[in-house]
């Protein structure tokens, strides 16, 4: 099944094309964004096992094979893939020297601070590889990067790039309609799963490649609007989640905000780069949505980031 927004590149053609020796099922989306897609895609899917790629993944040829396998373990909600970054020159993938997997990084990122207040996760997620943290951000256990490489480990689910779940396990299941370019959605899934009791895994075996163009059909990257609303929707995964997971904790994300501020405006004063500046304000913007969006939880009120999220994407 193939969901399609009229391209105007001939990709419905393509699709024409081998829908019938391929057996495709083509489905357009009129309009929307990304989650928009996966609703509509999670609404008409039929299988036991739903397969996610990204429109520039490239898979290895044994998985779907290594999928199916991975789900005769009992109780299984959800598989993670590897992702490997890759150029393509020509017909040729050239895999990067120095980065071998999008999801299990071998150098820290953060200081020891910063994961001490910000990476604590969510109780029953100890020994997961990509879990959230009780301050609300997605987090990397480094502990268990190494056996991961080798074995089937915990985790919640990694990159929309290669991932699968239970079509059981997902039964009516939709995501809420405040995002635009989707940022999370994978962990929000993997959560979700979760909390139903399943089990969600990564499978290092199951590999696919993605290409570093700069660009996808859904996301630009050197695209100011689409870094803002990215970093946006990032830091809205605590407020997205709270009042539906008891864990997550405003002392903690309090003073993890603290501790980012101290940091961008001491690096701020020190190199006056307008990057810098620029991220120190989207992070900015993201927490007064944050915060918009927790009084209206706490007064028992609707509310949705999209309507601000079109807003920061169009003033940008």
Same mark, same amino acid.
């Given at each position: 099944?193939?969901?399609?927004?009229?391209?105007?590149?001939?990709?419905?053609?393509?699709?024409?094309?081998?829908?019938?020796?391929?057996?495709?099922?083509?489905?357009?989306?009129?309009?929307?964004?990304?989650?928009?897609?996966?609703?509509?895609?999670?609404?008409?899917?039929?299988?036991?096992?739903?397969?996610?790629?990204?429109?520039?993944?490239?898979?290895?040829?044994?998985?779907?094979?290594?999928?199916?396998?991975?789900?005769?373990?009992?109780?299984?909600?959800?598989?993670?893939?590897?992702?490997?970054?890759?150029?393509?020159?020509?017909?040729?993938?050239?895999?990067?020297?120095?980065?071998?997997?999008?999801?299990?990084?071998?150098?820290?990122?953060?200081?020891?601070?910063?994961?001490?207040?910000?990476?604590?996760?969510?109780?029953?997620?100890?020994?997961?590889?990509?879990?959230?943290?009780? +301050? @609300? =951000?997605?987090?990397?256990?480094?502990? $268990?990067?190494?056996?991961? %490489?080798? !074995?089937?480990?915990?985790?919640? &689910?990694?990159?929309?790039?290669?991932?699968?779940?239970?079509?059981?396990?997902? +039964? @009516? =299941?939709?995501?809420?309609?405040?995002? $635009?370019?989707?940022?999370? %959605?994978? !962990?929000?899934?993997?959560?979700? &799963?979760?909390?139903?009791?399943?089990?969600?895994?990564?499978?290092?075996?199951?590999?696919?490649?993605?290409?570093?163009?700069?660009?996808?059909?859904?996301?630009?990257?050197?695209?100011?609007?689409?870094?803002?609303?990215?970093?946006?929707?990032?830091?809205?995964?605590?407020?997205?989640?709270?009042?539906?997971?008891?864990?997550?904790?405003?002392?903690?994300?309090?003073?993890?905000?603290?501790?980012?501020?101290?940091?961008?405006?001491?690096?701020?004063?020190?190199?006056?780069?307008?990057?810098?500046?620029?991220?120190?304000?989207?992070?900015?913007?993201?927490?007064?949505?944050?915060?918009?969006?927790?009084?209206?939880?706490?007064?028992?009120?609707?509310?949705?980031?999209?309507?601000?999220?079109?807003?920061?994407?169009?003033?940008?």
């Amino acid at each position: 099944m193939l969901v399609v927004k009229p391209s105007g590149d001939g990709t419905e053609q393509i699709i024409e094309k081998y829908r019938e020796s391929l057996n495709i099922k083509l489905i357009i989306q009129n309009r929307g964004y990304v989650v928009d897609a996966l609703n509509l895609g999670l609404k008409n899917a039929q299988g036991n096992i739903l397969v996610f790629l990204d429109d520039d993944a490239i898979p290895f040829p044994n998985l779907i094979q290594s999928y199916l396998l991975s789900y005769l373990a009992p109780h299984i909600g959800g598989v993670a893939g590897d992702v490997v970054p890759v150029t393509v020159s020509g017909n040729k993938i050239c895999p990067f020297e120095d980065i071998a997997s999008e999801i299990m990084p071998t150098q820290i990122s953060e200081t020891v601070l910063a994961r001490k207040l910000g990476s604590r996760p969510l109780r029953g997620l100890e020994n997961y590889l990509i879990y959230i943290s009780k +301050a @609300g =951000f997605v987090s990397v256990n480094y502990e $268990i990067i190494k056996k991961a %490489f080798s !074995q089937p480990v915990p985790s919640l &689910l990694a990159k929309g790039a290669n991932m699968s779940i239970s079509s059981k396990a997902a +039964a @009516g =299941f939709q995501f809420p309609p405040s995002w $635009i370019l989707g940022l999370t %959605f994978e !962990q929000y899934l993997g959560w979700y &799963l979760w909390k139903k009791g399943y089990q969600v895994i990564i499978n290092p075996q199951i590999k696919a490649y993605h290409i570093h163009h700069g660009q996808s059909l859904s996301r630009n990257v050197k695209d100011k609007k689409n870094d803002a609303v990215l970093c946006t929707e990032a830091r809205l995964l605590f407020y997205r989640l709270y009042g539906s997971e008891p864990e997550l904790s405003i002392m903690h994300r309090l003073l993890l905000l603290l501790l980012e501020a101290i940091i961008d405006l001491k690096s701020i004063c020190l190199h006056k780069q307008t990057s810098r500046i620029r991220m120190f304000k989207n992070k900015l913007f993201a927490e007064l949505i944050g915060l918009r969006w927790l009084v209206y939880k706490k007064m028992g009120l609707n509310y949705s980031p999209l309507a601000d999220l079109k807003k920061c994407y169009n003033k940008r």
